[in-house]
């Protein structure tokens, strides 16, 4: 079992994420994603866990590569959307080996959303160099209270099975 050594990056600063926030914004009126995507990329990591609750959320993911070995292998704290000074999100970096169809298992330690506190599920990596994966806790999908999706750049991840 290897244990995945964290990034420097891998909470992002209060900044970075208002940063992000204010981007969205601007590139939502404006109907364009390149400056969403053009922040996003300098701070996602292959693997990131969004808390979208009002509340810390701590669990443990385990990730397991497409020959079954497991290349991920942590617990996490997330703090909540409202935390004073930091971030949603933690990254991972490092985590894609090879493309291919891997499998993530999240369980939630002392949270349930929606009836459910963990998430199996596999996915596909078809570029280790461009495809990043955003985990959503507490999505506003209610049919997925922890949601997975896979991209290359932050409005990838953003987009949902409605088509535009």
Known sequence: MNQHIRSPFDSVTRRQALAIGASAAVASTA????V???????IF??????????QEVSGTIEVA???G??????SFDV???????????VAYADVWTTTGEYHVDLE??????????GLSQRFSIT???????????????????????????FSDLAQTNETS
């Open 127 to 153: 570029s280790i160099e461009e495809e990043i994966v955003a985990i959503s806790i507490g999505s506003s999908e209610e049919t997925e209270p922890i949601a997975l999706r896979v991209g290359e750049s």
């Open 79 to 89: 703090p909540s959307t409202e935390s004073d000074g930091e971030s949603n999100i």
């Open 36 to 42: 969403l995507d053009a922040v996003g990329n300098r």
């Open 69 to 74: 070995e497991t290349v991920l292998d942590t």
């Open 65 to 67: 590569d497409p020959d």
């Open 45 to 54: 990591e292959q693997l990131n866990l969004f808390n979208q609750l009002n």
């Open 108 to 117: 939630l330690a002392d949270t349930v959303i929606a009836g459910t506190s």
């Open 31 to 34: 109907g364009c994603s390149t």
